[in-house]
């Protein structure tokens, strides 16, 4: 326990943005002492800038091209808001990759790092250093960057359901709810990302699992975006990486937290989390709630290891939609990969197949219209989804800005 309110977690402090050429890892980092492996499919020698940026098969664009295709940056294009910059829809020639007048070609996403934000130069170095060489159904594709004078942009394939945070926890008619069997598919594509990540190829811990790092594509296929942060794993015998801890508040495994030993068990506590909030439909951080309840894991910890008082978790805009044996697995797996001590948390390869057989038994069950077996509980009991007031959901926009809360962004940790 202990990792959500932790006395050590500062405030976010400027990471380097220098951008003069030096020696970096695979993840864009400065090199440290451990060795490597060289077994791994990707180059394990440290790039320069200039190598990553050459090697990476990716376009590179002038910063006056990426304006024109976003029609000048213009604020009505935004897609969304990170600690990186904001996001802004543009458009560029599907076969070319040239730029095109705005509302014509293929639809992207362009990234556009603020000046002044502290996710800086070396997290753009480190998404275009994995992005760039890593592809898998269940990862962002990566199409261009621009790096010229001060400004640093990346252009993405464009992902039209947005995060899954956004439909987990914004209101409004834009944002569809997720059903039972929407949360499943989400939470293995998501989950198969991670696994492709942490495999012997690729040895990659990604550092920041999070709703608003998955975004989903029009058939709400699961994509990781943002390896701003990720790391090589550990190679020969060593057991962890040493790093500053960086993350995100409420996703950070407590190890990790109190030591900086970075671990691919560290990715699994924050998929825990990430499943607790598909469950629940509740922040893994909300300062509005009563004490004892802003910290979802310290609350539903509780209730997850139990079977009886399991629907105490669950998201009541779920009701009807799941079995009670459905609800009980993916809390158990949840409270698994939760484990305070690393060694007890399921792999990744693991969560995929618990994910896969829970999917299975929901699509049967779907196709043999057996609603009828399914539970007819009052998710928490309290009478409102995501702990909200019924008001919130129906659309009371006081309510809705009174219960607004602050999106959570990767920062310096400890
Ligand atoms: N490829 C994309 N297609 C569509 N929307 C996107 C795409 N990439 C990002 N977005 C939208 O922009 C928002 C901001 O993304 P961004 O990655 O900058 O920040 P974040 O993930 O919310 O926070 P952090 O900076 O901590 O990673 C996302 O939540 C999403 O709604
Ligand atoms: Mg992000």
């Given at each position: 326990?202990?990792?959500?309110w932790?006395?050590?977690?500062?405030?976010?402090?400027?990471?380097?943005?220098?951008?003069?050429?030096?020696?970096?890892s695979?993840?864009?980092?400065?090199?440290?002492?451990?060795?490597?492996?060289?077994?791994?499919?990707?180059p394990?020698?440290p790039?320069?800038?200039?190598?990553?940026?050459?090697s990476?098969?990716?376009?590179?664009?002038?910063?006056?091209?990426?304006?024109?295709?976003?029609?000048?940056?213009?604020?009505?294009?935004?897609?969304?808001?990170?600690?990186?910059?904001?996001?802004?829809?543009?458009?560029?020639?599907?076969?070319?990759?040239?730029?095109?007048?705005?509302?014509?070609?293929?639809?992207?996403?362009?990234?556009?790092?603020?000046?002044?934000?502290?996710?800086g130069h070396?997290?753009?170095?480190?998404?275009?250093?994995?992005?760039?060489?890593?592809?898998h159904?269940?990862?962002?594709?990566?199409i261009?960057?621009?790096?010229?004078?001060?400004?640093?942009?990346?252009v993405?394939?464009?992902?039209?359901?947005?995060?899954?945070?956004?439909?987990l926890?914004?209101?409004?008619?834009?944002?569809?709810?997720?059903?039972?069997?929407?949360r499943?598919?989400?939470?293995?594509?998501?989950?198969r990302?991670?696994?492709?990540?942490?495999?012997?190829e690729?040895?990659?811990?990604?550092?920041?699992?999070?709703?608003?790092?998955?975004?989903l594509?029009?058939?709400?296929?699961?994509?990781?975006?943002?390896?701003?942060?990720a790391r090589?794993?550990?190679?020969?015998?060593?057991?962890?990486?040493?790093?500053r801890?960086?993350g995100?508040?409420?996703?950070?495994?407590p190890?990790?937290?109190?030591t900086?030993?970075?671990?691919?068990?560290s990715?699994?506590?924050?998929?825990?989390v990430?499943?607790?909030?598909?469950?629940?439909?509740?922040r893994?951080?909300?300062?509005?709630?009563?004490?004892?309840?802003?910290?979802?894991?310290?609350?539903?910890?509780?209730?997850?290891?139990?079977?009886?008082?399991?629907?105490?978790?669950?998201?009541?805009r779920?009701?009807?939609q799941?079995?009670?044996?459905?609800?009980?697995?993916?809390?158990?797996?949840?409270?698994?990969?939760?484990?305070?001590?690393?060694?007890?948390?399921?792999n990744?390869?693991?969560?995929?197949?618990?994910?896969?057989?829970?999917?299975?038994?929901?699509?049967?069950?779907?196709?043999?219209?057996?609603?009828?077996?399914?539970?007819?509980?009052?998710g928490?009991g309290?009478?409102?989804?995501?702990?909200?007031?019924?008001?919130t959901?129906k659309?009371?926009?006081?309510?809705?800005?009174?219960?607004?809360?602050?999106?959570?962004?990767?920062?310096?940790?400890?």
């Amino acid at each position: 326990m202990g990792a959500c309110w932790s006395s050590r977690i500062k405030s976010v402090s400027p990471s380097n943005t220098g951008f003069t050429s030096r020696s970096v890892s695979r993840d864009g980092y400065d090199i440290h002492s451990n060795s490597r492996n060289s077994s791994a499919s990707i180059p394990m020698t440290p790039r320069s800038e200039g190598e990553i940026l050459q090697s990476s098969n990716l376009k590179s664009y002038s910063y006056n091209e990426l304006k024109m295709a976003t029609k000048n940056f213009c604020p009505d294009s935004v897609l969304g808001e990170g600690g990186f910059g904001s996001v802004f829809k543009g458009w560029i020639d599907e076969h070319s990759l040239a730029v095109t007048r705005a509302g014509t070609g293929m639809v992207v996403a362009v990234k556009k790092l603020n000046q002044e934000s502290f996710q800086g130069h070396k997290e753009w170095l480190a998404e275009i250093n994995y992005l760039g060489q890593l592809q898998h159904p269940n990862l962002v594709k990566l199409i261009g960057y621009c790096l010229e004078d001060q400004h640093r942009l990346l252009v993405y394939e464009y992902m039209p359901k947005g995060s899954v945070e956004n439909h987990l926890f914004r209101r409004g008619s834009h944002f569809q709810q997720l059903s039972w069997t929407l949360r499943l598919k989400i939470s293995l594509g998501a989950a198969r990302g991670l696994a492709f990540l942490h495999s012997t190829e690729t040895k990659v811990i990604y550092r920041d699992f999070k709703t608003s790092n998955i975004l989903l594509d029009t058939n709400y296929n699961a994509k990781l975006s943002d390896f701003g942060l990720a790391r090589d794993g550990p190679t020969g015998d060593k057991s962890h990486v040493s790093t500053r801890v960086m993350g995100t508040h409420g996703y950070a495994a407590p190890e990790y937290l109190a030591t900086g030993h970075l671990t691919a068990k560290s990715d699994v506590y924050s998929f825990g989390v990430v499943l607790l909030e598909m469950l629940s439909g509740r922040r893994a951080i909300d300062k509005n709630r009563p004490s004892g309840e802003q910290c979802l894991v310290e609350w539903a910890k509780p209730y997850l290891s139990n079977k009886r008082r399991v629907f105490r978790v669950m998201d009541s805009r779920l009701e009807g939609q799941y079995s009670l044996t459905q609800a009980q697995r993916a809390a158990t797996l949840a409270f698994q990969c939760l484990a305070v001590e690393p060694k007890y948390r399921p792999n990744m390869d693991e969560v995929v197949r618990a994910l896969e057989q829970l999917r299975e038994s929901n699509n049967d069950q779907v196709k043999n219209g057996d609603h009828k077996k399914r539970s007819r509980v009052s998710g928490s009991g309290l009478g409102h989804h995501n702990g909200l007031p019924a008001s919130t959901s129906k659309g009371s926009i006081d309510a809705a800005k009174k219960f607004n809360y602050p999106r959570p962004s990767a920062s310096l940790l400890y």
